[in-house]
């Protein structure tokens, strides 16, 4: 008699499921842990990017801990795909991948967004600053205290680079590449050739804000009248999927003729591509720039 043959089959399930587990597990370490391998070279640079896109907003997690978590999301996956036959596992792995990426570049956005907020205020602010203090950089650190974050920890930053040794000039363009806000590239440009070629530059910041404060009404118009053909695209994105999944529960094997033929697989690949090329289009119209 088989010595196996009263033990339970489900036992030899999940031993199977956690073997491949850890042997998936073992193989990317490895792979992971060779220096010269590919799979170590874009794992450096990924965390490499992450790390540059935390510490532009002064968020201190190392990317490492991001990493893990992501690679530990996708062993949990494979092993809910391989034991309990999870439904659309792929999917889950594409959303395990992307999602950390685009939650942080989401992150990005808003806190850009807060700091072209702000500009209007800082710039007054300095501006009258400038009025009683000759020396920009002692204007910077009294309009420091009347700042909020996010834009009072760029400026504080840029005054600690200035007091051990980088001039303005510098800190301002760190401050610029740190952010990538056209805005505040426009502000921080208006400082610099000011204090450069001379000139009344309070007067000079008054009216960049100014130029900055009927940039952002402008804007403000345009996604108002985008607004409602940015709702068509996403119904345009949307609706051939909606109208497929429909017809097919109503009348099942309703599409199967185009999966008969080559002439079937042209029909779809030409519809697919219109579509495509109608999002595109719709998307181009829509993306008006200031």
Do not use: C
């Amino acid at each position: 008699m088989n010595a196996f043959s009263g033990v339970n089959p489900e036992v030899f399930k999940w031993l199977g499921v956690f073997l491949i587990v850890v042997g998936v597990f073992i193989g990317t370490w490895s792979l992971a842990a060779d220096p010269q391998s590919m799979v170590r070279r874009y794992w450096v640079r990924y965390l490499a990017h992450l790390d540059r896109k935390l510490r532009s907003m002064f968020i201190w997690t190392p990317a490492k801990y991001i990493a893990w978590g992501q690679l530990a999301a996708a062993f949990l996956v494979i092993a809910g795909a391989v034991g309990i036959d999870l439904p659309l596992w792929y999917a889950w792995l594409v959303l395990v991948a992307v999602s950390p990426y685009y939650y942080i570049e989401r992150m990005r956005r808003k806190r850009v967004e807060m700091i072209e907020e702000q500009l209007d205020g800082f710039l007054v602010g300095l501006a009258n600053a400038l009025k009683a203090i000759p020396s920009i950089s002692s204007a910077f650190v009294s309009v420091q205290a009347i700042l909020r974050a996010p834009l009072r920890d760029e400026v504080e930053l840029a005054i600690k680079e200035m007091r051990v040794g980088s001039t303005l000039e510098q800190a301002l363009l760190n401050m610029a590449g740190r952010v990538g806000s056209r805005q505040l590239d426009s502000a921080l440009s208006a400082i610099v050739i000011g204090r450069q070629i001379g000139g009344n530059l309070p007067t000079i910041l008054e009216t960049t804000a100014g130029t900055l404060r009927e940039m952002a009404r402008l804007e403000g118009v345009v996604k108002t009248k985008t607004a409602e053909g940015k709702a068509q695209l996403w119904v345009l994105a949307i609706f051939p999927f909606l109208m497929i999944l429909a017809l097919d529960m109503l009348n099942p094997g309703y599409f199967l003729p185009l999966e008969a033929s080559v002439v079937g697989y042209i029909i779809a690949f030409f519809a697919g591509g219109f579509w495509l090329a109608s999002l595109l289009v719709a998307r181009k119209v829509l993306s008006v720039d200031i």
